[in-house]
């Protein structure tokens, strides 16, 4: 079989920037669909700031989350890297210590490195083998999970209660981040995670009351998604006011497709959890003024993976050592020097279920605990066995859902609990909801997908194996 060829250094190397390495914003959203976007024609929303920035800006039309469901995508930013290679299978699943991080290589480069908001990658406690501090951050102020109106949240370790809208508040200590790195003329890396719109959804009144025509539980989605455009809006005014803008590379998705019922996909099929378009495709945006003077729309096809090894190369950062990546340096594509993106991406979703990180509960007991002089030390909290590889899986066989998206072109290979495999391929171009599988009437183009997105899921089993590790 014909070697799949990832990216490494060479994928990460600095491009024609003739900047000095610029400051970095990431913002993900928790449960953001697609067409959950006044400027992706929602019909109700009011997102003006996600808007203004979709004009201004970069704006990635086929943008796609690592995974259908948040913590693998969010593991996928961190890494470069398809989630189940680290054992990140669904939401709950954490990191492994042995993984090399993006705070990490970047503070190696000189950044002060934040987190704040959501983390759903490990514990965030001190004790944590894989709390956001153990991970890369110099600084953090996290949750475990998604968070509402008025969190508990984790201060390196100490819980703090905080007044307000989850998205204001995380917002809040971001900008705090940034101004003290400004006020030091120190680099930075900024990671702002919401925690929102996940459910339950709760809403300001004064954020629901812009639509007070629709039910009580939709006034809670929509105002959610209007106080992430604040918080949002605010972050990107807030690098203006200190002159940080031009240098300072912003970055926007969220981390999986819509949910169900109440998200939009924008008319694509499925919605969180599933491998079809609807549970993979987000809104995303970009800007970096110092490079990108003009707005633009990227097309093409690009994946949340790529965050880390375009973040490296915009930094004019290479690694002595890294592990195969999935991702790809998006540079190309951005400066117009390339049209078609270098590789596919591969999707798998191997049906293991999600770890309960009760998050509120989590962090009113670590609260309640601190103010005793104590610390919760349950394993399941700490993570405490995260990067343990017990057992090996087969290089041949590969339960679950995944895909293979090559341009257009997008395979599906759905394998039962029997082992058995059924194929779906679509065209996204002229069929975007992927309802006409033309699997008979590509003879040539069918058994070439089929033998790289073989060989890419033999190299993901390798890596969960432990391969990585130990060359």
């Known amino acids: 079989m014909k070697a799949f060829l990832f990216a490494l250094l060479a994928t990460v190397s600095a491009h024609a920037i003739t900047t000095e390495p610029p400051n970095i914003v990431l913002v993900m959203a928790d449960d953001q669909g697609w067409g959950d976007m006044a400027y992706n024609g929602h019909p109700q929303l009011k997102t003006p700031n996600f808007d203004a920035m979709a004009k201004e800006g970069i704006r990635f039309d086929n943008f796609h989350a690592a995974a259908p469901v948040c913590s693998p995508t969010r593991g996928s930013v961190m890494t470069g890297r398809t989630p189940n290679r680290f054992g990140c299978f669904s939401w709950g699943h954490t990191l492994r210590p042995q993984e090399i991080t993006l705070p990490e290589v970047l503070k190696s480069a000189g950044y002060v490195t934040g987190h704040y908001g959501k983390w759903h990658l490990g514990g965030v406690q001190k004790a944590s083998p894989v709390s956001p501090g153990a991970s890369g951050f110099d600084h953090w102020i996290s949750a475990p999970n998604f968070f509402d109106l008025d969190p508990v949240l984790s201060d390196e370790g100490t819980a703090k209660q905080f007044k307000g809208d989850s998205s204001d508040v995380t917002a809040e200590l971001a900008i705090q981040f940034i101004r003290e790195q400004s006020n030091q003329k120190q680099r930075f890396l900024a990671v702002v995670w919401f925690g929102s719109p996940h459910n339950p959804h709760q809403a300001l009144e004064a954020d629901r009351a812009l639509y007070a025509d629709q039910p009580k539980k939709v006034q809670d989605f929509y105002g959610e998604i209007t106080a992430m455009d604040r918080a949002f809006g605010r972050i990107r005014q807030e690098l203006k006011t200190l002159d940080l803008d031009e240098n300072t590379v912003l970055w926007y998705c969220s981390d999986n497709g819509a949910l169900p019922k109440i998200g939009s996909s924008g008319g694509r099929r499925g919605n969180k959890g599933q491998v079809y378009e609807g549970g993979l495709l987000v809104p995303a945006l970009l800007e970096w003024p110092a490079l990108f003077k003009e707005p633009k729309v990227i097309t093409a096809p690009c994946t949340t993976s790529d965050i880390f090894p375009t973040v490296l190369a915009m930094a004019k950062v290479e690694p002595e050592k890294l592990y195969p990546l999935d991702g790809v340096n998006l540079l190309p594509l951005l400066e117009g020097t390339e049209k078609k993106r270098s590789q596919a991406i591969g999707f798998w979703d191997s049906k293991i279920k999600g770890k309960a990180t009760p998050s509120e509960k ?37 339960p679950g859902h995944s895909a293979w998206l090559d341009g257009n072109w997008k395979l599906h290979r759905i394998e039962d609990d029997k082992g058995e495999v059924d194929w779906e391929l679509y065209d996204l171009s002229a069929d975007s909801d992927e309802s006409r599988v033309l699997f008979a009437e590509q003879p040539e183009r069918v058994p070439q997908m089929q033998e790289a997105l073989q060989d890419w899921l033999q190299s993901v089993a390798k890596s969960l194996n432990g391969e990585d590790y130990v060359k």
Do not use: C, H, Y
């Open 362 to 398: 989590w962090m009113k007991d670590l609260l309640d605990s601190q103010a005793k002089g104590e610390e919760p030390n349950d394993p399941e909290r700490l993570a405490a066995d995260a990067g343990v590889i017990s057992g090996t899986v087969p290089l041949n066989k590969f």
